[in-house]
């Protein structure tokens, strides 16, 4: 299994296995879009444990982007990994963090401002 989730109120925490790549990445992107389908959350967290990061998760970060912005949800990007983070970043990905509590609390604190 590519990837693997949980779910607690309103917040889907999706993680990207290490060994994601080209081969795996469309059972991932069908995993993800029943997942969104299913939960219909209000934020995605995706957490990229590789320490870099190939076209395969850029991809299925990329497409999440996508799907979150067509059903109105938010997507934060976690990547524990100094290296995985500059590149993601590269990529215009700014919610970019090191741990799934700073991007739930940054999320809390933009709902919070918004409201």
Partial sequence: ?????????????????????ISNRGVALWELEALLRGYRPRHLV?????????????STVLRAER?????????????????????????????VYETIAQAVAAEESAGAAAA
């Avoid at 693997?4 to 060994?19: A, S």
């Avoid at 995706?46 to 850029?58: N, Q, T």
């Avoid at 067509?70 to 215009?92: C, D, F, I, M, Y």
């Fill in 1 to 21: 299994m590519p990837i693997t989730h949980d779910f607690d109120n309103g917040v889907l925490v999706i993680r990207l296995n290490e060994d994601l790549d």
């Fill in 46 to 58: 995706m957490v990229v444990a590789a320490p870099h990061i190939g076209p395969a998760v850029l």
């Fill in 67 to 95: 799907r979150c912005q067509e059903l109105g949800a938010t997507l934060s990007v976690v990547a524990p990994e100094r290296e995985a983070q500059r590149q993601l970043r590269s990529h215009h990905k700014p919610h």
